[in-house]
């Protein structure tokens, strides 16, 4: 996949853009604070439907104007019109001028992986970021599993109403039970499976980028203890055995709402025994996993979105990293100093960021 365009109104600081990009390498360069990271957002804001830095959509409305307006041409085997336009009663989205009105039939449709810094809070964030870090992966290559993401959510928000009142219907209880059930059964196993794919992945990217190689892995806590257990009739015995407790505490406490990933070195976690510089090139490596993860299944790679990760690499770790990189995917690099790039990479766009103006340059400018 790549992007060809975007074009950006009001977005942020960027009160009009129209940017085109290489299909391979594009930089982004300006000091903090001038708008390069609000262009990366934008791209990102077309995968998953919402911002990755911020929950309020509001705040990506320019101050003193009444909208955002986010479209971008992309292509894979042929050529689509995605857009946002985000305003005061809401956000509209669209693909080829026709409204997407669900936002789980949006995501992926730019199909896009982020490395940001605080992706560094990955193994000491809450388990439902990391959940929520997970879900919109899997969500990307199957809008079935956002479907049945939201219903289940949906489904336990009332089942945990039910437990809060005086009685409950049991009639209707076991009903919910099993709707939960069915929904929860497919969403364990596209975690089990995607865990399951991306372990040597990891494993091989990682020990490409590190001196001493560590075993990795990258472990799925679900309530569901393994692949071969997962059935609508262990889900309904799992409620069954935690009833007591559920209505003891007006809380459904057992379900897909409240399973972990877990990054392990030989079976501890990863904040014991990696440092912060190991800890990054595993995220690095997991991205990378994930695209390859991606180029399986859709034989077409991602748009790879680095906000400021090769600048806080050494030199040998930055030139590991770009070597790793897939030679016809397309990349778009945010830093403040591109001259770390000179030696390493050939068919770089250059574009200057600066208070919100974006244009190409030419390196030597």
Known sequence: MKINTVTLRNFRNIQNANVSFSDHINVLVGDNGQGKTNLLE????????????????????KNDTDFADVKAEIETSSKNRVR?????????????DAPVNRLS??????????FQPDDLQFFTQTPKKR???IDYEIGKLS???????TKVMRLIQERNSMLKSREVDEAYMSVLNGMIADESVIIVKERFSLVENLNPKIQKY????????SEIRFSYASFIKSPEENSKEMVLKKFEEN???????????????RDDFVFLVEDIPVVHRLSQGQRRLLIVAYKLAIIECIYEKTGSYPIFCMDDLLSELDETRRSRVLMLLPDTIQCIITTTDFQFLEGYLKEIKFFSVKDGVIREVNKNE
């Not at 039939?105 to 982020?114: K, T």
């Open 42 to 61: 934008s791209i990102v804001y077309l995968s998953y439907g919402k911002s990755f830095r911020v929950n309020d959509d509001q705040l990506m409305i």
């Open 84 to 96: 946002v336009v985000i305003s005061e009663t809401g956000k509209f989205l669209s693909m080829n």
């Open 105 to 114: 039939d949006f995501i992926g449709l730019v199909n896009v992986v982020l």
């Open 131 to 133: 959940r929520r870090d």
């Open 143 to 149: 809008h079935q599993y956002m479907h049945s993401l």
């Open 206 to 213: 990682y020990n490409k980028l590190v001196e001493t190689p």
């Open 243 to 257: 009833f007591k407790r559920d209505r003891e505490f007006r809380l459904t406490h057992s379900g897909i709402h």
